[in-house]
């Protein structure tokens, strides 16, 4: 049974913060990377970033449009990754979704098998 579940989505104000955790079960993470995606309504689903301990020394990505607000870590020993937000803006409204995939890091959305829920983010005055 592999499974992925995001949580830490809520309504928040313009500027606010929010930290948002993937936990995965039935896999471990220093097999895998995990991505964060997001999808607002009516829109294509985007990348956010990427975290891989696989990868040799380890990799991190960001979507130019979350670079200097987001940032992406993880916790192995918990096999959970999480994603802060800071700085949020009402464009950053969407359902975030945590993705597996291989070792690879990159947002490359086709690679990605095995997908959490989703957790609703709502930025806005």
């Known amino acids: 049974q592999v499974q992925i579940v995001e949580s830490g989505g809520g309504l928040v104000q313009p500027g606010g913060s929010l930290r948002l955790s993937c936990v995965g079960s039935?896999?471990?993470?220093?097999?895998?990377?995990i991505g964060w995606f997001r999808q607002a309504p009516g829109k294509e689903r985007e990348g956010v970033s990427c975290?891989?301990?696989?990868?040799?020394?380890?990799?991190?990505e960001y979507a130019d449009s979350v670079k200097g607000r987001f940032t992406i870590s993880s916790d192995n020993a918990k096999n959970t990754v999480y994603l802060q937000m800071n700085s949020l803006k009402p464009e950053d409204t969407a359902v975030y979704y945590c993705?597996?995939?291989?070792?690879?890091?990159?947002?490359?959305?086709?690679?990605?098998?095995?997908w959490g829920q989703g957790t609703q983010v709502t930025v806005s005055e």
């Open positions: 975290i891989s301990s696989s990868r040799a020394g380890g990799y991190i």
């Open positions: 993705s597996r995939r291989d070792w690879n890091c990159d947002l490359d959305i086709d690679r990605y098998d095995v």
């Open positions: 039935g896999f471990t993470l220093d097999s895998s990377a």
